[in-house]
């Protein structure tokens, strides 16, 4: 399995080029993030990884300061000119101790090593202040959308795609295990929607970066594995995350 890092330096650019041209394809998989996160005016809110900063203008939007962790210089390149970014990895974020109100994390953590996992929750406790929420979401194992990660995009990228899934619980377990109280975790299901299947398929062909693949053959690939769904409103995809959430104790600062 390739590291977040090679992975996104490879195919970054596609992935920022896919939701440029349809910057609300994912609307629903964000505002379930946005429902736990809950961002305010005046807030300082971390988003790590960052990625293009599809998750980080949302938060901007609703009044927050925003600061991004993104690993992958290439990948980040969209954040530079609107956002306060370091690039660096986020089990090893250049914040103080106790000095972000909230952080947000958006389906990247499968891309790491199990040490890089727990080092990322470890921090996130680290940098919020007493009281401060986390709110993150990623797959979980066993699902279809684990199932075409580690299925049709591990073949048709040229990183691959091995993702380290979560069970029902991980989400939970990883957040206790940093120090993390009054956690949740649900499973939420939704689509992605397109204006039509055309856009559909090149939204998804160029999101996972499926360059071995031809895009001619991209609407076959999705109607065999996920599936399409057409109606008036446009073409959706289905996808599903696991999202949690979990506050860092009052009264017990990092250091």
């Known amino acids: ?71 992958s210089v290439p990948f980040g390149k969209p954040l530079a000119a609107r956002f306060k970014t370091h690039v660096a990895p986020i089990w090893n974020m250049p914040l103080a101790d106790d000095s972000v109100d909230k952080l947000a994390r958006l389906a990247g953590l499968h891309h790491l090593g199990h040490a890089e996992l727990q080092g990322s929750f ?7 202040r007493p009281g401060g929420l986390i709110a993150v979401a990623d797959v979980r194992a066993d699902t279809p959308t684990a ?37 949740t975790e649900t499973l939420e299901s939704f689509f992605w929607t397109l204006p039509d299947t055309t ?24 109607r065999q594995g996920p599936g399409i769904h057409q109606d008036a409103t446009g073409a959706h995809f289905p996808w599903a995350l696991a999202y949690a959430t979990a506050r860092k104790p009052t009264g017990t600062p990092a250091s």
């Open 1 to 71: 399995m390739t590291t977040y890092t090679e992975t996104f330096d490879r195919r970054g650019h596609l992935y920022n080029s896919a939701m440029a041209t349809f910057p609300n394809a994912r609307d629903e998989e964000l505002r379930q993030l946005l429902n736990r996160l809950d961002p305010k005016p005046a807030e300082v809110i971390v988003d790590a990884p960052a990625g293009g900063g599809f998750v980080a203008e949302a938060v901007a939007a609703a009044g927050a300061e925003v600061i991004c962790i993104e690993p």
């Open 122 to 128: 470890n921090e996130a406790f680290r940098v919020l």
């Open 147 to 183: 199932a075409f990660l580690n299925g049709p995009v591990d073949t048709w990228t040229e990183t691959g795609h091995q993702g380290h899934f979560f069970k029902p619980g991980g989400l939970q377990a990883q957040l206790e295990a940093a120090g993390f109280q009054h956690t």
């Open 199 to 222: 856009s559909l398929c090149g939204f998804v062909h160029n999101l996972f970066g499926l360059v071995i693949l031809p895009s001619a053959q991209t609407e076959a690939l999705l």
